[in-house]
């Protein structure tokens, strides 16, 4: 392997089980969270948190530009170029913080009061949660640049690290509750926006004590950088928008047309599709630098390599863990909550099934941001998803079930798949060709491999917890049987192997 590779490797192992230890944790969270407040409080956090959530665009809009330009000034090793990144961002970031609060405090609030379908004795609690969601918001707002400025430099310990403490205290957050003489609704809030202050404080100072270019004494604000980022921030934020309508805009229209239950339903669903999604965004954010840099330094082809390798690692993370849990849904859920709401199994089935698709577009989507040209991708991509909250609304409206906007959202992933693939193409030069052998051809012979005889297997066995917890088991065995098979090169296999003999070795020499 070469050192880049190594690196690449090393950074991706760390996220992943950075992120294996942080789902543990939030999928406990999640079910003390439903013990402590209740399927009808829980639902009514999910809602009003996904108001605030719908501006959430602003942050992650800010933060994949900032990503890229400070990755973009990494890689051609541009010192001045990255104190205006930053001081042009700082002044960006205020701005984005100023336009947040006025839209919170005037349509949002109005929302929150007037169309929210709230029980009537909880109307008062639900506003104040509303306002801690904002003001936990603004926190998570400032530290954006900051975890962008660590990404940049590939400090993946520190970062997960912080993830893990982000984990830890979210938890404690809720442990707490039951022993504090407040109201548990707005009580919950207040507690998750004091925990997002102080992650906020945490990459702040250390940014600002490690990397030169994070200094408030003296920002370098660049006019022309400022044109450039924003031309390339509004077509991302197009991206965003449309992206959050995939999901908290069809949580509140789901919240229209059915009860605070299918609300939780739903709420829950996207937890666990979010939890493994998690892991190819994880991945993604180890193998975003590497692909700006190489892009930037003009090594097309390198850059061209780490697509093809992270599209299908990318799925076949998601893709072990997604599989047991497709084919074991309903016994994981009672094991996981005891009591999941009506129609939570379905639901995550879609769910799961929407995120192994998306997996494997990220870093197509990485790609694209290189060039910094926008414009077609986000233009096109984003109406598709735009389209995705009209659909699902007629189908609503047609007395469709709350699961079709699941359905509606797969089949829009599909589709966006091989839209970003040719986008790419045409902004990189990328070969669909040699994608489709390098990346579709084993990623379909792996699902292939692992599908079958663990359906066939799921038949033959009778339903309890042990069959439960040997066909989980098997599952694990058998993808990482195919994904050596079917899923990688002959020379990613032998060095895949090399690795773990290098590590058995080092093991018996200590």
Known sequence: MSSDTKRITKNTLMLYFRQLFCMGLSFYTVRVVLEILGVEDYGIYNVVAGVVLLLSFLTNTMSSATQRFFSFALGRNDQEMLKSVFGTNVVIYFMIALTAVFLFETVGLWFVRTKMAIPPGKIDEARCLYQFAVAGFLA?????P??????????????AYISILDAVL????????????FAKLPLYGALLCIEAFLIASIYCSFCSFKYK?????RLHFNRSMLKEIIDFTCWTLFGCITTISRYQAITILVNQFFNPTVVAARAI??????????FTNNFNTGMYPPIIKAWSSGNKDEMYDLIYLGCRIAFFLTWILSLPCILEIDFILRLWLKKPPAGASLFAQLAIIEAAIFSISLPLATAARAPGKM?????VLGTIQILILPASWIVLSCGGEAYTTFVVAIIANILMFFVRLFIVHSLTGLSMKAFSRKVILPVSKTVLLSLLPLLLLKYCISASAIGSFLIIGLSFCVIGIAVILCGITAKERLSFFCFIKNKFEKANAV
């Open 269 to 278: 669903a996207l937890n666990i599709s979010s939890a493994l999604t998690s």
């Open 213 to 217: 270019e994070c200094s408030f004494s």
């Open 170 to 181: 979210k938890l404690g957050a809720v442990l707490l509750i039951p022993f504090l003489p």
């Open 140 to 144: 998570s707002l400032v530290s954006s």
């Open 146 to 159: 900051y975890i962008a400025v660590i990404i940049a430099h590939e400090e993946m310990n520190f970062y």
């Open 375 to 379: 414009r077609t991708y986000e233009l």
